[in-house]
């Protein structure tokens, strides 16, 4: 079975479940995922991250954004 195969499956199952068993079923996810992944950041997300912590970048573009809406609302 491949990887596209699995997935439908698993979407057929969880469809067809109800109330707590749907609940056990994300807690179990929820728990064998982060007990397998490093919580690493991707490239993309550590670069978004590195943008909001930017504080005068963010300011910088607070101000474009509104002397933008301003010229547009004239």
């Known amino acids: 079975m491949n990887d596209a195969e699995i997935k439908l499956q698993l979407i057929r199952i969880i469809d067809s479940q109800e109330g707590v068993v749907l609940l056990d079923w994300l807690n ?20 978004y991250k590195a943008m ?21 609302r004239l």
């Open 28 to 47: 179990l996810l929820q728990s064998k995922i982060q007990k397998n992944s490093k919580n690493d950041l991707t490239e993309l997300e550590l670069g």
């Open 52 to 72: 909001s912590e930017d504080i005068e970048r963010e300011v910088h573009a607070s101000e474009w954004i509104e002397g933008t809406l301003n010229i547009i």
